[in-house]
């Protein structure tokens, strides 16, 4: 371990700020099992997502794709209806993908620290409108040990809450501690 | 110069005549600390974000969640295939590499093969992210329908 590692080695902090990061890492350790345990083959999980325009522009800022395809929010005007070629505002196609994230780790159990995401094969089958309410549903297929790394594979379908319509078909493989 | 129907100037959207070897212009990134600690990745793995545990876990520095490589990945897609790449579209991504804190990415992306479907093609195109050494950290594929409806002006 390299000791000389600092919490403030990338951004600025106060001394306050490191402790208040220290705290709640440390709190994050001793709470969580890894994803391995957490997880059998056979598992589904669903949940509901509302999109609404605010979490499009948070997903989008943050991989700072700017395309206005996406924009259901804006500054001065808010919510907006926005212009695609599908119409009004669609999600970013991968948004989604992200969010399976948090159907796949049980979110009413901490959550697994240290696992990392290897893998997706992700069908975009249907541009999703901006304000839809998708469900997600995970189920666990298979657990592997590769090269000595441990590995739990879910397929995943996210569908329109509405209308049925299948949005989204993915394959994904996440490598646990 | 091509534009998209949304009006936004890219370096030629992908057509039914655009030829296997296609090279498509990528995105650039940097990976901003502040950006991989956003409270939309979760902010419960401390290895994308806080370099003590990351060093801790043996990591040289906090890495980048690969949906964001991901996403750069999809970026370029959407800027060449524009709404073709909204429907039936598959997108596979390795995450070969780790991409750490600070790193610049870019992507990448050519294409492998068109396969004739309906009116037009079923494009594949290898795809990829990278640092400025040119070590790969994202590896992959893209599958894109264009140009496969029998009416052109049905299409988005």
Redesign the interface.
């Known amino acids: ?2 000791t000389s ?3 403030d ?3 600025p902090m106060t001394e306050l700020q490191i402790s208040q ?2 705290e709640f ?1 440390d709190g ?2 001793t709470k969580s099992q890894t994803y391995w345990d957490m997880v059998h083959i056979g598992d589904e999980l669903s949940r509901e997502l509302h999109i609404t325009p605010e979490l499009v522009i ?2 989008a800022d ?4 700017y ?3 996406y924009e259901g929010w804006t500054m001065n005007t808010w919510q907006t209806e926005g ?4 119409g009004g505002a ?1 999600v ?3 948004l989604v ?2 969010f399976v ?2 159907v796949q780790f049980d979110h009413t159990k901490p ?1 697994a ?15 999703i409108p901006v304000g839809a309410r998708v469900r997600i549903l995970t189920r666990a297929t298979d657990k592997y040990v590769k090269r000595g790394r441990r590995y739990v594979r879910h397929e995943v379908l996210v569908t329109d809450v509405a209308s049925g319509l299948l949005y989204l078909r993915e394959v994904r493989d996440i490598l646990s501690l | 110069m091509t534009q998209t129907l949304s009006g936004r100037p890219v370096h030629g959207l992908i057509t039914r005549e655009t030829p296997v070897g296609h090279v498509l212009v990528g995105v650039k990134k940097r990976a901003t600390i502040q950006l991989m600690g956003s409270r939309l990745w979760g902010r419960f793995n401390p290895n994308h974000w806080d370099p003590v545990y990351a060093a801790r876990t043996g990591l040289k520095a906090p890495i980048q969640t690969g949906e964001m490589s991901s996403a750069y990945i999809s970026e370029m897609c959407v800027n060449h295939f524009g709404a073709h790449y909204l429907r039936q579209s598959r997108v596979v991504c390795k995450y070969v590499a780790s991409i750490l804190a600070n790193e610049v990415i870019e992507t990448g992306g050519q294409v492998r093969e068109k396969t004739p479907k309906g009116h037009g093609f079923r494009f594949t195109v290898d795809v990829w992210a990278q640092n400025e050494a040119g070590e790969k950290k994202t590896t992959g594929w893209v599958e894109v329908d264009v140009g496969v409806d029998a009416d052109p002006a049905a299409q988005p």
Do not use: C
């Open positions: 371990m390299n590692v600092k919490t080695e990338l951004m990061v220290r890492v994050l350790a948070l997903y943050a991989v700072e794709d395309n206005p395809w212009q695609s070629p599908f669609i970013p196609p991968l993908s992200h994230l948090s959550f620290v240290g696992s990392i995401h290897t893998f997706h094969d992700t069908e975009v089958l249907e541009p």
